[in-house]
């Protein structure tokens, strides 16, 4: 599957975070930064990249967590 360059800079710094497990989960903030995008736009992009089957989003009490299914 193709991904764009804003997806794999996401992917890379989800990696780069070890968001690639469920106890590894990492909020859109910590993405954000590590990817120095601003939060609204890895928001967009992490919500693409669900539709993909590249990223699982985890519901929590207070923001909720993702990590890449694919690493």
Same mark, same amino acid.
């Given at each position: 599957m ?6 794999? &800079?996401?992917?890379? #710094? ?11 989960l $990492?909020? +859109? ?9 601003? &939060?609204?736009?890895? #928001? ?11 990223? $699982?989003? +985890? ?11 694919q690493?």
């Amino acid at each position: 599957m193709e991904l764009t360059d804003e997806e794999k &800079k996401v992917v890379e #710094a989800m990696k780069m975070l070890k968001a690639t497990a469920e106890n590894q989960l $990492k909020t +859109v903030d910590h993405i954000a930064k590590a990817a120095m995008m601003p &939060k609204s736009r890895v #928001a967009a992009i992490i919500g693409t990249l669900m539709n993909k089957k590249i990223v $699982k989003r +985890v519901a929590r009490e207070k923001a909720a967590g993702y990590y890449l299914l694919q690493a």
